[in-house]
């Protein structure tokens, strides 16, 4: 150890960190290939992550929200918010044929 620590540093990557993960988490669960862009607002203003927005934004393939955009999800995470937009980019058909067979077993 050479004696310079950063903690401040240390817990604003560990926010994005936890950003990153659960958002991840949520795109998984919904299907979503890992490269998919998804339309998405990021409410990270009073945060340790504001800084960081162009990274998460890149992590997590978001877009910025455009004109149209109707958050479908909202996912509140280490004091910020991550909305998204998952209008078109869920087979429908195959979301509902997985639905079914979950609540079969």
């Known amino acids: 150890?050479?004696?310079?620590?950063d903690d401040?540093?240390?817990?604003?990557?560990?926010?994005?960190?936890?950003?990153?993960?659960?958002?991840r988490r949520f795109r998984n669960d919904q299907g979503l290939q890992p490269g998919?862009?998804?339309p998405a607002e990021l409410t990270l203003t009073g945060t340790?992550?504001?800084?960081?927005?162009?990274?998460?934004?890149?992590?997590?393939r978001l877009q910025p929200a455009g004109d149209g955009f109707q958050?479908?999800?909202s996912l509140p995470v280490a004091g910020a918010t991550?909305?998204?937009d998952l209008s078109g980019t869920i087979d429908v058909a195959a979301e509902r044929?997985?639905?079914?067979?979950d609540l079969e077993a």
């Open 8 to 23: 401040a540093a240390e817990k604003e990557i560990e926010l994005v960190q936890q950003v990153v993960t659960e958002v």
């Open 97 to 101: 044929k997985r639905l079914t067979k």
């Open 71 to 73: 958050a479908t999800a």
């Open 48 to 60: 340790a992550l504001a800084p960081h927005e162009a990274a998460i934004r890149q992590l997590l």
């Open 82 to 84: 991550v909305a998204l």
């Open 36 to 38: 998919q862009k998804v």
């Open 1 to 5: 150890d050479s004696g310079f620590r």
